[in-house]
């Protein structure tokens, strides 16, 4: 959603780059770019104008003009600033004190609050908690059927005492859903109440109503990202109708230019709670102004990433693809299937690399990322035999070609696969060394960390010969008998161990069993052989 934005500043700052002071007309420059920039992602003005009053007034003080490097303090500062009109700080539900704590929803007609309400419900459930959905909504047709679906697809009961369709008392039923809550042991309760226009009177009333009658411990102002200003103008009728607690926002994933959320926030002074961000159940989470603001001006979301993963992942599987790859054993094609399985559980391959800093520069190949590439590599290994996926060496011409008529792929998909598969596992045997990526060393956990040429350095400073059997069967009998003579010569020229001084305990070589002559029964030095200073 801010895209536009998110290149706009991008640009911005790249032409700050490289200036070793700012003057006041960079300053007024760079204002107004950024002005320019906010104005088109349709941020309100008011809002526009207070940011960049701030902006300047920051740029023009000491910490910009002492700063090594300028352009980056002018970067730190908006980011600053955009996480203050974001909210500054993650807002999370106040749970009541005594159970059920009760949720209201309210919002416009189509804003999605039947699917948020399945989604927070399915979030609030991977907490810990036992959540019950609410059919209030009885005007909209077919709005209770739906909320069953989804609380159905959510695994969280519905209370729906009402069929809806312009029949029922939503009033009652918002009261009666806190009693049954009691009576089941759900500690929350979210009532989906129907949607509305800022200009009906009638409908506003009875949300007032039900807020009245329930008196909810959150009031959540669902609003759809994508409508623009207008949104900002329905915050404020329904602050000023029902009063709300705090804003989620839903279509987070669409296209329009993103100026509701850092409008909304500024304009009605109510925090933004949760943000929708996709058709899935699971495309909801908390809304974290900070790393909303650095996913606009693309230093990447990697917290959220890791959440995510943490949510996604068991600790077995992580702590088995960790001893898969520290292992001595060399990666599979098994190994590399279950680690890409892994991967498609994050989500799309694209927002995953969305989130990694810098990669708006590179959001054309990134959108060109189709997740059906891993479909067909998954059909290819699939097609194997497991020898084969556990030795691809042995997947020749004819075995190509079966592959390939298998998962319905061609020949030509099969070598590329094998080959990448092939480099692959030669850089991961080089990390494991420590000697095939430049300037690493070796991985903790994966080998020594040192390549073969540093185990011959030390080889030779031990004095050990590297010698290796030869092929001629004559020569290696004579390279045998040589070696065996060598041998002898050591064990008979050997200084004979010295018994008339004290000897090193056992353990030291003294009295240790197998130890060659030289190493075992040393004599321990006189101190009365040394010529110490005169005191």
Do not use: C
């Not at 001893?323 to 399985?341: G, V």
């Amino acid at each position: 959603m801010f895209e536009t934005l998110s290149d706009r500043l991008t640009t911005v700052f790249s032409s700050l780059r490289g200036k070793g002071r700012l003057s006041e007309e960079d300053i007024n420059a760079t204002a107004r770019e950024i002005r320019l920039a906010l104005l088109e992602a349709d941020v309100a003005l008011p809002v526009v104008r207070e940011f960049i009053a701030q902006i300047k007034e920051r740029a023009r003080g000491e910490e910009v003009a002492k700063a090594l490097n300028p352009a980056q303090q002018v970067i730190k500062i908006v980011n600053e600033e955009l996480v203050e009109i974001l909210g500054g700080q993650t807002r999370e539900i106040r749970f009541a004190k005594n159970p059920p704590t009760v949720i209201m929803l309210a919002g416009l007609q189509g804003a999605g609050k039947t699917t948020l309400a399945g989604k927070l419900a399915k979030w609030l459930g991977a907490q810990r908690n036992t959540p019950l959905l609410v059919a209030a909504d009885l005007q909209r047709p077919n709005a209770v059927t739906q909320l069953q679906v989804m609380g159905q697809r959510a695994s969280v009961p519905v209370f729906a005492p009402q069929p809806g369709n312009g029949v029922g008392d939503p009033v009652e039923v918002a009261r009666e859903s806190i009693e049954h809550a009691r009576r089941n042991n759900h500690n929350i309760v979210i009532i989906d109440t129907a949607g509305r226009l800022g200009v009906d009177s009638e409908l506003m009333r009875q949300a007032a109503d039900i807020r009245d009658a329930v008196t909810p411990d959150e009031i959540l102002f669902v609003v759809d990202a994508m409508i623009g200003q207008d949104a900002v103008n329905t915050a404020q009728a329904f602050l000023d109708g029902v009063g709300y607690d705090a804003v989620a926002l839903t279509k987070l994933d669409g296209d329009a230019r993103g100026g509701a959320a850092l409008s909304i926030r500024h304009i009605t002074g109510r925090p933004i709670m949760f943000a929708s961000t996709g058709e899935k159940l699971e495309d909801f989470d908390l809304f974290h102004p900070d790393r909303m603001a650095s996913r606009i001006l693309d230093m990447g979301d990697v917290l959220t990433l890791i959440e995510q993963a943490q949510r996604t992942f068991e600790q077995e599987e992580v702590e088995k693809m960790a001893s898969t790859l520290a292992s001595d054993d060399d990666f599979t094609l098994d190994d590399f299937l279950q680690q890409m399985m892994m991967v498609r559980r994050l989500g799309p391959i694209g927002n995953l690399l969305g989130m990694m800093p810098g990669m708006g520069q590179m959001r054309d190949q990134i959108n060109n990322v189709d997740d059906k590439d891993l479909d067909r590599i998954t059909a290819v290994i699939r097609s194997m035999t497991p020898a084969e996926r556990a030795n691809p060496k042995l997947i020749n011409g004819s075995r190509r070609l079966r592959i390939a008529n298998g998962s319905g792929t061609q020949v030509g998909d099969v070598s590329g696969l094998v080959t990448r598969f092939f480099e692959a596992q030669k850089m991961l045997r080089q990390m494991k060394s420590g000697g095939g990526i430049p300037g690493m060393p070796g991985m903790p956990g994966m080998g020594g960390g040192r390549n073969k040429k540093a185990l011959k350095a030390a080889a030779k400073k031990n004095g050990k010969k590297n010698k290796q059997r030869s092929g001629n069967p004559l020569k290696a009998k004579q390279q045998e008998a040589e070696r065996a003579a060598e041998r002898e010569k050591r064990r008979t020229e050997g200084p004979a161990p010295d018994q008339s001084g004290p000897q090193l305990p056992p353990g030291f070589g003294g009295g240790a069993p197998g130890l060659p002559p030289g190493l075992g029964g040393k004599k321990m030095p006189d101190l009365s052989d040394f010529k110490l200073p005169k005191q």
